[in-house]
């Protein structure tokens, strides 16, 4: 029995033949039928059951142990961006106005890395491992439509893991962090009602923008005094219209903006503290306001004792120097976050760069090029933290 290592250098070629392929004929979200085609084959050959994503594109694939344990889901983003690739790589994207940059292809191609290890390994395995390859990340839609067709029911999901490129860190390295690793983003309109008049006469209107300047300025003290400083967020008016002539005070004036958090209950308080401040500040005015608050998508929080087993798999499959945290959050937004509202997951990173400087770019670039030793790296990490969550343990792999 030869270990995961070996298993993984045996077939890191044909790995990198995959992510090729799929780099040359990228698709955006909703359109990745020759993607799905692909990754079907792929598990075919694998002998992994697996069901279509409802009449939407993408794989919902599952792999069952031998002996009982627990039920880990490991997902892949498979879509492509809308945007001309400019790599001069000579396995470029061969569709005008389409390309990977940021990644995708190498999630896809590491997932069906370790959907094919796994399967060989099936009979020392105890649980079950879900494989999620997810249409329409870029467009956010993508998680959605795998909820609503199974992707973490029959039988239902104790931990998820995905794994995303990240060109601030070395090819080879795995990044982890606990806690906020990407902000939930929403969106807001608030409207101010009051009553309109000559504005040469207010003691005989409502003058809504006087409402709507007391609500933005009270806004502002939801991060300074509200929010912990230790905790991060975002409350942001980019929109504000009232008015259209100088002497007439308006009966309506109309705020919208963006609210940015790392942590659901911090979201959560958010909101409830704008409802409060937007109808109570209008009424003590004599007017009043409406906050219409639309969830976008929730935050990824990563789980702790999930972010402990992938740092176990890594130091003892790859090496302690392959570990690196995370320093910081980022305040991009992953749909990855919607799976994380019915069990609990973590988003870990792969280093993509190398000596190239083109490599250190950044994530949506049309430049960037991602070192691929990220694949096989990423089919350890998988490989090994879903055999600790699924409860076999690493002695299997070694
Ligand atoms: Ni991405």
Request: with cysteine.
């Given at each position: 029995?030869?270990?995961?290592?070996?298993?993984?250098?045996?077939?890191?070629?044909?790995?990198?033949?995959?992510?090729?392929?799929?780099?040359?004929?990228?698709?955006?979200?909703?359109?990745?039928?020759?993607?799905?085609?692909?990754?079907?084959?792929?598990?075919?050959?694998?002998?992994?059951?697996?069901?279509?994503?409802?009449?939407?594109?993408?794989?919902?694939?599952?792999?069952?142990?031998?002996?009982?344990?627990?039920?880990?889901?490991?997902?892949?983003?498979?879509?492509?961006?809308?945007?001309?690739?400019?790599?001069?790589?000579?396995?470029?994207?061969?569709?005008?106005?389409?390309?990977?940059?940021?990644?995708?292809?190498?999630?896809?191609?590491?997932?069906?890395?370790?959907?094919?290890?796994?399967?060989?390994?099936?009979?020392?395995?105890?649980?079950?491992?879900?494989?999620?390859?997810?249409?329409?990340?870029?467009?956010?839609?993508?998680?959605?439509?795998?909820?609503?067709?199974?992707?973490?029911?029959?039988?239902?999901?104790?931990?998820?893991?995905?794994?995303?490129?990240?060109p601030d860190m070395p090819?080879?390295?795995?990044?982890?962090?606990?806690?906020?690793?990407?902000?939930?983003?929403?969106?807001?309109?608030?409207?101010?009602?009051?009553?309109?008049?000559?504005?040469?006469?207010?003691?005989?209107?409502?003058?809504?923008?006087?409402?709507?300047?007391?609500?933005?300025?009270?806004?502002?003290?939801?991060?300074?005094?509200?929010?912990?400083?230790?905790?991060?967020?975002?409350?942001?008016?980019?929109?504000?219209?009232?008015?259209?002539?100088?002497?007439?005070?308006?009966?309506?004036?109309?705020?919208?903006?963006?609210?940015?958090?790392?942590?659901?209950?911090?979201?959560?308080?958010?909101?409830?503290?704008?409802?409060?401040?937007?109808?109570?500040?209008?009424?003590?005015?004599?007017?009043?306001?409406?906050?219409?608050?639309?969830?976008?998508?929730?935050?990824?929080?990563?789980?702790?004792?999930?972010?402990?087993?992938?740092?176990?798999?890594?130091?003892?499959?790859?090496?302690?120097?392959?570990?690196?945290?995370?320093?910081?959050?980022?305040?991009?937004?992953?749909?990855?976050?919607?799976?994380?509202?019915?069990?609990?997951?973590?988003?870990?990173?792969?280093g993509t760069a190398d000596e190239r400087p083109e490599s250190k770019g950044a994530?949506?670039s049309?430049?960037t090029v991602?070192n691929?030793?990220?694949?096989?790296?990423?089919?350890?990490?998988?490989?090994?933290?879903?055999?600790?969550?699924?409860?076999?343990?690493?002695?299997?792999?070694?």
């Amino acid at each position: 029995m030869s270990s995961l290592l070996e298993r993984i250098a045996a077939i890191e070629p044909e790995l990198i033949g995959y992510r090729r392929q799929i780099h040359q004929h990228p698709e955006p979200g909703f359109e990745e039928k020759e993607t799905t085609r692909l990754i079907c084959q792929v598990l075919d050959e694998a002998n992994i059951p697996y069901h279509s994503n409802g009449d939407k594109t993408g794989v919902i694939a599952t792999l069952t142990g031998a002996k009982p344990g627990k039920v880990v889901a490991l997902r892949a983003d498979i879509d492509a961006l809308k945007q001309t690739e400019q790599t001069g790589l000579e396995f470029s994207s061969q569709v005008p106005g389409v390309c990977h940059a940021c990644g995708h292809d190498i999630h896809t191609a590491t997932l069906m890395g370790a959907a094919r290890v796994l399967s060989e390994y099936r009979d020392q395995l105890c649980g079950t491992i879900r494989f999620l390859f997810q249409p329409a990340e870029e467009t956010l839609g993508g998680s959605r439509s795998m909820i609503e067709n199974g992707a973490l029911i029959d039988p239902p999901v104790d931990y998820l893991l995905a794994a995303h490129t990240w060109p601030d860190m070395p090819a080879g390295s795995v990044g982890v962090r606990k806690g906020g690793m990407l902000a939930a983003s929403d969106h807001f309109v608030i409207t101010v009602r009051g009553k309109s008049g000559h504005a040469a006469h207010p003691h005989r209107c409502i003058d809504p923008i006087v409402i709507g300047a007391h609500i933005i300025t009270e806004l502002q003290t939801i991060v300074s005094r509200r929010v912990a400083p230790v905790d991060s967020a975002v409350v942001s008016i980019g929109r504000l219209t009232a008015g259209n002539v100088s002497n007439v005070i308006p009966t309506e004036a109309v705020m919208e903006g963006t609210v940015r958090t790392l942590d659901a209950g911090t979201r959560e308080n958010i909101r409830a503290w704008m409802e409060k401040m937007v109808t109570l500040t209008a009424e003590a005015m004599g007017g009043e306001a409406q906050l219409d608050y639309e969830y976008g998508v929730p935050p990824v929080f990563c789980d702790s004792y999930i972010v402990d087993c992938v740092s176990q798999a890594v130091t003892e499959l790859l090496g302690p120097d392959k570990l690196l945290q995370v320093p910081t959050p980022s305040m991009g937004g992953e749909d990855f976050s919607f799976y994380m509202e019915k069990a609990p997951g973590a988003f870990i990173r792969l280093g993509t760069a190398d000596e190239r400087p083109e490599s250190k770019g950044a994530l949506h670039s049309p430049t960037t090029v991602f070192n691929e030793k990220a694949i096989a790296t990423g089919v350890a990490a998988l490989v090994g933290t879903a055999f600790l969550l699924t409860g076999t343990g690493l002695d299997p792999l070694k």
